[in-house]
């Protein structure tokens, strides 16, 4: 049923300031897209299938615009590690960290990527999801980055939604590398960046700009060469110290500059310049028991958009709860809910660069979440809709 007429929802549209509230709301789905939302029905729409809501909720469907999905091993150890004083940073020095995650990857074929990396995605589907960034960067060679990329691109053909790939070639460097982070990056990183785009495997580049992993300068050679191949970019900056991410990522016009706990006003006011979104990830924020939060009225002030993502990954964030995030969003870095929802909704989208979807409004996709919320209980995803085909069904949803 690719159109269809959704009657008497309570639909936050998320157009505009806060939720952008409909109440008794119709949406006239038609060839995969939003033909209407308002409170009344278009003539001429009579005779499409209807499907009475009696007031639930209808949001955009949701979108985790930073994700390291696919993964091989897990470092539970790490987190014990941590719990008796270990920091992150001296962990991954002592070759533990993203690189020992790598070792678990590089031993994956992409069907075994695939098939580890499916239930993490279905549990992002049953909470909503219906657009999520998967990124490589747990390969570090050739072949595995590749492999990484092309397990995230048969994802998105194994389930209903949409899968938008990040090359992170730069997010380590591996130990056949060790000192000689520069010959990597001309070695593996960028050759293999090339073999990926002309492969289809990449949608933006990303890297990881940290005393443990790579430089402004060496990030900007990365960026260099994503920009020659069209391609756009995004940053993991000032999660652990500020190393001058944020502004590096606003001078290429980045997508998105994420983490940023150490990013400062100068910072934002660039971001904002350029049209950079903040990505928060409070989960890693969580389980790093970071201290320094992200500077969320800098980024009110200065009016970056404000994306919030799962992050998930073995190590720093290790959840796939995106509506969990909303809340941690909320407890941890001061997000109003409104905020909150447009993080993972409009903000996200444009954290990927995506225009038709992230908001409920005529023209765009109908990428719809349907959520219960019965007087006095707790709410609950029902269905999604991806371009108008129902996506996921709860049990027992009416
Ligand atoms: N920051 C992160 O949050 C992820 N990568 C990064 O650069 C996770 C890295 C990890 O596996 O610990
Ligand atoms: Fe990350």
């Keep these: 049923m690719s159109s269809f007429v959704l009657t008497d929802a309570r639909v936050a549209t998320m157009a505009g300031a806060g939720y952008g509230l409909i109440e008794r ?9 939003i033909a209407h939302v308002g409170p009344d029905l278009p003539s001429g ?10 007031g639930r909720l209808v949001t955009p469907g949701l979108i985790d615009c930073h994700t390291h999905l696919v993964f091989g091993g897990n ?18 020095r002592a070759g533990g960290g993203i690189v020992s995650t790598m070792r678990a990857t590089r031993a994956l074929g992409v069907d075994d990527l695939v098939a580890q990396a499916l239930p993490r995605l279905d549990a992002l589907i049953a909470e909503g999801v219906t657009t999520v960034e998967v990124k490589s960067g747990y390969g ?12 995230a691109r048969a994802l998105g053909q194994a ?7 990040t090359y992170l070639g730069a997010h380590a460097v591996p130990p056949e590398y060790a000192g000689r982070a520069d010959a990597y990056l001309d070695e593996v990183c960028l050759p293999t960046l090339e073999a990926a785009h002309a492969e289809g495997l990449v949608d933006a580049v990303d890297g990881f700009c940290e ?27 000032e999660q652990l110290s500020h190393l001058g991410g944020a502004a590096l990522a606003a001078r290429y016009g980045a997508l998105s500059a994420d983490h940023l706990e150490y990013a400062t ?30 500077p969320v009225a800098a980024f009110r002030g200065h009016g970056v958009a404000m994306a919030l993502a799962t992050d998930c990954n073995p190590g720093s964030s290790p959840m796939t709860s995106l509506l969990l995030t909303m809340n941690m969003g909320c407890t941890l870095f001061g997000l109003t809910p409104a905020e909150a929802l447009a993080g993972v909704t409009a903000n996200a989208a444009r954290a990927l660069g995506l225009r038709d979807r992230g908001v409920i409004a005529p023209g765009l996709r109908a990428d719809l979440v349907l959520i219960d919320w019965p007087e006095g ?4 995803v029902r269905r999604t809709w991806v371009a108008g085909r129902a996506a996921y069904c709860a049990e027992g949803a009416g």
């Design 140 to 151: 570090l060679s050739r072949d595995s980055e590749l492999d990484m990329l092309r397990a």
């Design 45 to 54: 729409c009579a005779g499409l299938p209807q499907r009475d809501l009696q």
């Design 75 to 92: 470092r539970a150890g790490e987190f014990e590690a941590r719990l008796n004083g270990a920091s992150y940073a001296e962990i991954a």
């Design 377 to 380: 209980e707790s709410p609950a």
């Design 25 to 33: 709301a119709c949406i006239v789905v038609e060839g995969g897209g």
């Design 159 to 165: 389930r209903k939604v949409t899968v938008r790939t």
């Design 265 to 294: 006003d100068a910072d934002a006011r660039a971001m904002a310049q350029a049209g950079t979104v903040a990505v928060l990830l409070p989960g890693a924020f969580y389980t790093l028991r970071e201290r320094q939060a992200p």
């Design 211 to 237: 005393g443990i992993a790579f430089s402004p300068d060496q990030i900007a050679r990365v960026f260099d060469r994503a920009q020659a191949l069209g391609l756009a970019v995004k940053l993991h900056a």
